[in-house]
């Protein structure tokens, strides 16, 4: 249970660093955990002050965990940031399910939503079609087609369709097959087959490596399920060029519009609802309101029989020892553990280290090292089990919380758990977001209060209450589900609104460009 004073939060009882809730002047005395201490720079808001005399080389402790080292001694009062503080490997023990606890399950009558019955039991939060690329070379057209649809009225006359969709990318071609191109693959089959799609076009230019029939046949596009629309096929090259493969494709459009607007809203189980959780634009409140909001949100969710899934591997480095324990199996800890490895291996590849994560304006925000960001980011988690982990792009298949290897990079990252299934999404940030993400409505989440008010058009929901002891992290919680329901059924989320979302997709690149 985190101690709120006047000017500072104390996480855990065994931490030696405390975090600022607004900026302090040099030399103000303050009271926390019943010590008087003079503060001996200014404190920015949202980043630490040390609670007791640290010596170089010695651990800094936040959420009762380590965070990074001192780089020099440290003094009561001192500011604690990147100046002070270095990372050094520390040895995890993972302890593969010691913790594993499974929740009380939720034995009333769930809650519904209103969503679109699919083939195969899915159930859809929107209804798009999309005009998706094989490759570069068709993401051009795929747009020309899109466009047609979006700057006339023709869709007045559909009203259960919420748009045409171009999904493109910047890959396709000139890579190597054993890298990038499974997943490149399974990222296009998803988003194909994604529950809020009612119907789609696959558009390539007809020379490309990412071949057209080559897509259909690994990944069955062909094989439709009763209550699915038939898609079209196309390749520039084939069709005869730019111009008349974007009017065969406005064609094949029109022909599928009163087909998809056939799709209407039924009652549903909340149980069908696939969350995508991510964090972007984090600060040091991320893990202290907004992300342990959400795990709330999910751990309901989770109790009714819904997925839960969050990735950014890059973002719980440091912290993915917390997961293994409430692993389900240890082969599911034993595969977290294995992507974490990979990750090192290949940031070392590159001369790299997970560490150049946070990114600037994450520790203009308060955050320090990646394992402190890390342990704020896996509050996303709440308290379920991890029950699965799944490769990028994998489809998700299970109930429960769910992990997925992604990298930190957010539209990267959501776009391989939308391809993979989710039908929704909650975006966390601290210092600003107007992340979008069709086809899966994405509902964002303000850390601070003045965030929330500053960027008003674009937050959904605002966790800085808790800051300000407002509300508790229960009742946040309760806010995220509510309108995690609500979104569910149709209600705009802000990014929706102001039309976000077109330029989100975006397939992690693997592999060398040949």
């Known amino acids: 249970m985190a101690e709120q004073s006047l000017n500072f939060i104390v996480l855990n009882p065994a931490d030696n660093v405390a975090t600022a809730r607004c900026t302090l002047k040099k030399g103000l005395k303050v009271l926390v955990s019943g010590s008087s201490i003079v503060l001996r720079q200014i404190i920015p808001g949202g980043h630490k002050m040390s609670l007791s005399s640290i010596k170089r080389g010695e651990r800094l402790i936040k959420y009762g965990q380590i965070i990074g080292f001192a780089k020099t001694d440290i003094i009561v009062g001192d500011w604690v940031h990147s100046h002070n503080v270095e990372l050094k490997e520390v040895l995890r023990n993972y302890s593969l399910c010691e913790d594993y606890m499974p929740l009380k399950p939720f034995t009333q009558k769930a809650e519904t939503f209103k969503g679109f019955a699919r083939a195969g039991g899915k159930v859809g939060t929107r209804n798009y079609i999309g005009v998706i690329s094989s490759v570069n070379c068709s993401a051009s057209v795929s747009r020309y087609v899109a466009d047609h649809f979006r700057d006339n009225n023709i869709l007045k006359n559909y009203p259960n369709v919420d748009g045409v969709v171009a999904f493109t990318h910047k890959g396709g071609c000139s890579y190597d097959v054993k890298h990038g191109h499974k997943i490149l693959q399974r990222v296009i089959a998803g988003m194909a087959r994604h529950s809020n799609i009612g119907g789609y076009l696959l558009i390539g230019l007809g020379c490309e490596v990412n071949q057209v029939p080559d897509l259909i046949k690994n990944h069955q596009l062909d094989d439709l399920q009763e209550g ?136 203009d925000g308060g955050l320090t090292t990646i394992y402190e960001k890390s342990l704020g980011a896996v509050a996303k988690a709440g308290q379920a089990p991890l029950c699965a982990v799944y490769d990028y792009a994998e489809t998700i298949t299970a109930s429960g919380l769910c992990f997925m290897d992604t990298p930190g990079n957010d539209p990267v990252s959501m776009t391989g758990l939308v391809s993979g299934g989710c039908n929704i999404g909650v975006f966390t940030t601290g210092r600003g977001s107007v992340y979008g993400c069709k086809p899966s409505p994405c509902i964002k989440v303000a850390s601070n209060t003045p965030l929330f008010k500053w960027m008003d058009d674009d937050m959904d929901i605002n966790a800085g209450t808790i800051l300000d002891g407002l509300e508790t992290i229960e009742e946040v919680g309760e806010k995220i589900f509510d309108k995690i329901v609500a979104v569910a059924s149709g209600e705009k989320t802000k990014s929706e609104l102001v039309g976000m979302g077109d330029e989100e997709f975006a397939p992690w690149t693997l592999g060398p460009t040949l």
């Open 228 to 363: 699915e629309n038939a898609p079209a096929f196309l390749t520039v090259q084939q069709s005869g060029g730019v111009r008349k493969t974007v009017e065969i494709a406005i064609k094949s459009i029109n022909d599928l519009l009163p087909k998809v607007n056939n799709f209407k809203r039924t009652v549903q189980p909340v149980s069908k609802l696939k969350l995508a959780m991510n964090c972007g634009g984090s600060d040091s409140n991320s893990g202290v309101s907004a992300n342990p909001a959400l795990g709330f949100a999910s751990d309901k969710l989770v109790r009714r029989g819904a997925s839960s899934v969050f990735g950014e591997t890059t973002e719980i480095y440091g912290a993915e020892h917390l997961l293994t324990r409430r692993a389900s199996s240890p082969e599911v800890g034993q595969k977290l553990i294995s992507q974490i490895r990979w990750w090192e291996n290949h940031t070392k590849m590159f001369g790299s280290n997970i560490d150049n994560n946070p990114s600037p304006g994450n520790k």
